[in-house]
């Protein structure tokens, strides 16, 4: 009786329809083209525009180019030559894999391709219109693919009129264009606007590609940021705190070379320059992460820069640490600025040849109470050496006994600590007069009798170990032959499996059954008699709201440390000076990681007074 009504779109009604997706503005067609070179392995990438691409956009690439007949394919909807099975998704390597852009650019502007392979004579022309194609042609050009996309939208007039004014297509153009470009500092690439050089950016190492992004004189404000985790590796520069913007703009977050937006990842780096910038301001950063792509999900919409990450928390803590600690490295210096300048505007004549990224070995760890570092003497380490070069103080003596830093002290415009009580110390605790009564070790000095209370010390000197390589890698975890069974609560429970990468990360593993933690390996520096109060301890810090989610992995490794040294004792002297010998490496060696003191001196004076 009745007729069927369905039936389908014609393809080039489909396409359209779908190209409203894809392509938005003459930026999702830079971005599209752009990608595609970069899949395609070239070396260099040009982009050429005429009226902020409404007239022309070209992108011609020295890549690997296309037989004939993938020139034609290559405009089919869901051609692509990246993905062969729905697996390949999760361990994306390249940038495109849905074959779209190709089809759905077709579909509503005039586009030209010249596309040859590497070792063969001629290459292929090819000319779309409305996805019919209307030229096939060989022809002789270079190895590479070029694209000319002209009209966009000239069928779509209701887009056409939607585009904003040039400047404002123009700087999403640009915008797609640095991200592209910041993503892949090996690669060249060059920027024309209606015949006008915008940029021209030699391929060359990360600094130099972010420095002339983020523009003039930008070089020597960028700081390094560098961390390695077993999860994700983060590399990148931070602008110094004192050349915040006012404006936002200077944000730019890539995973395994993909730009993307993600407002909790950035509310980790505005923590970590809290205090140093005015809330007005923004921070400036490009960072890098490097994460196993089957552990992210890139494919939730053509266009957004959102990505789905499995680890975000564990991601976040360590952004925030890790940053901070960039900045931290950067404020303890702030007079000296030990990265060399390099002017990029340099003379044409020298253009061809590779800049080269400034070494210079600041050590991150350097502590002036750490005798190894010395020991050898003049060659010292980066930082005696940057010391040295900039004219600072005098060369570092080489004394092999640790207590002779205290000469040094004064004079090290690195040490921050000053406490009466380690300079009181300097010169007779070294002849080993230790006395330990309960939980303090006693020493006379000088000055006084300085007492070290050891279960403070002990948490102290552990809490600065563990705290560095806990940033870099999970803890040392001993395996129990027998697990134990711990009974907590639904939300106990929940915090623990929400906090579970950072637990395993301290050295807890556990299987969850119910309410019921099963524990098979704990952190080796935990004693067995304090795994249950750690537990307890570090659950009540997860529940504690007053903790910020950034910092939760120092309150862990607070606590973990402070269960770790709750039995810690000393017997006799020898045990004694070695403890005062690693408490005194601690650049903190005052105060325990809660603040609370770790040493008094009883000053003479004090003693007299009662006679
Ligand atoms: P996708 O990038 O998702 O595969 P596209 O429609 O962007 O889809 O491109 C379709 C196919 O055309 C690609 O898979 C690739 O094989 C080929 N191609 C596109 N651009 C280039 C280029 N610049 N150089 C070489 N091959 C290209
Ligand atoms: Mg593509």
Request: with cysteine.
């Amino acid at each position: 009786m009745f007729m069927s009504i369905i039936h389908l779109l014609p393809e080039h009604v489909a396409n359209q329809i779908a190209a409203g997706e894809v392509i938005q503005r003459p930026a999702s067609v830079v971005k599209e083209l752009m990608e595609n070179s970069i899949d395609a392995g070239a070396t260099f990438v040009q982009l050429n525009l005429k009226d902020a691409g409404k007239t022309l956009i070209q992108v011609v690439d020295d890549g690997d180019g296309m037989t004939p007949e993938d020139a034609v394919k290559c405009f089919q909807r869901h051609a692509t030559s990246k993905l062969k099975s729905a697996d390949d998704l999760f361990q994306l390597q390249t940038k495109g894999f849905r074959g779209e852009a190709l089809a759905s650019i077709a579909s509503i502007a005039h586009v030209s391709m010249r596309t040859k392979k590497d070792g063969v004579d001629t290459g292929t022309l090819i000319e779309v219109e409305g996805n019919a194609i209307k030229t096939n042609e060989q022809i002789v050009c270079s190895k590479g693919t070029s694209f000319e996309v002209k009209n966009l939208f000239y069928n779509v007039p209701a887009r056409r009129n939607f585009l904003k004014s040039e400047g404002i297509e123009f700087g999403h153009i640009r915008d797609e264009f640095e991200r592209v470009a910041l993503a892949h500092p090996d690669i060249k690439f060059s920027l024309h606007h209606n015949g006008q050089e915008i940029y021209q950016l030699q391929a060359g190492v990360l600094r130099m590609r972010v420095a002339s992004i983020f523009g003039r004189n930008s070089n020597e404000r960028l700081v390094p940021l560098e961390e390695q985790t077993n999860i994700v590796s983060i590399k990148g520069f931070l602008g110094k705190p004192d050349a915040a913007k006012k404006t936002r703009g200077e944000q730019f977050f890539f995973v395994n070379h993909r730009f993307f937006k993600d407002s909790y990842f950035h509310h980790a780096i505005s923590k970590a320059f809290e205090g140093m910038i005015s809330e007005k301001h923004f921070p400036s950063y490009c960072i890098y992460l490097e994460v196993d792509p089957a552990k992210i999900d890139v494919n939730i919409h053509p266009t957004k820069t959102e990505i789905k990450f499995e680890e975000d928390r564990f991601i976040y803590s360590i952004l925030l640490s890790s940053v901070r600690q960039a900045l931290g490295k950067y404020n303890i210096f702030p007079t000296l600025d030990f990265e060399t300048e390099t002017s990029f505007d340099v003379p044409s004549s020298f253009r061809k040849t590779e800049p080269v990224e400034p070494q210079i070995n600041v050590d991150p760890s350097f502590n002036p109470f750490q005798t190894q570092k010395f020991s050898n003497g003049s060659s010292g380490n980066g930082f005696t050496k940057a010391l040295k070069n900039e004219g600072f103080g005098q060369a570092m003596p080489s004394p092999s006994e640790w207590e002779q830093f205290y000469h040094i002290e004064e004079s090290s415009p690195v040490q921050q600590t000053s406490n009466s009580e380690s300079l009181d110390f300097e010169n007779e605790a070294s002849h080993g007069n230790y006395l330990i009564h309960d939980r303090y070790v006693f020493s006379p000095t000088k000055s006084g009798l300085l007492v070290i209370d050891v279960k403070r010390a002990k948490w102290r000197i552990l809490y600065d170990e563990l705290i560095g390589k806990f940033i870099h890698q999970a803890l040392d975890s001993q395996q129990l032959l027998f697990p134990i069974e711990k009974h907590v609560s639904n939300v106990e429970i929940d915090l623990w499996s929400n906090h579970e990468k950072l637990l395993q990360q301290l050295g807890f593993h556990c299987t969850i059954n119910g309410t019921m933690l099963s524990i098979h390996g704990v952190p080796s520096v935990l004693p067995e008699n304090s795994i249950d109060s750690c537990i307890d301890s570090l659950l009540a810090d997860l529940q504690n709201r007053d903790i910020d989610q950034g910092d939760v992995a120092h309150y862990l490794v607070r606590r973990l440390t402070q269960n770790a040294a709750k039995d810690a004792q000393v017997r006799g002297t020898a045990e004694a000076q070695a403890l005062v010998e690693s408490l005194f490496q601690c650049e903190e060696h005052a105060l325990a990681p809660n603040g609370k003191k770790v040493m008094h001196t009883v000053s003479l004076v004090d003693i007299s007074s009662n006679f």
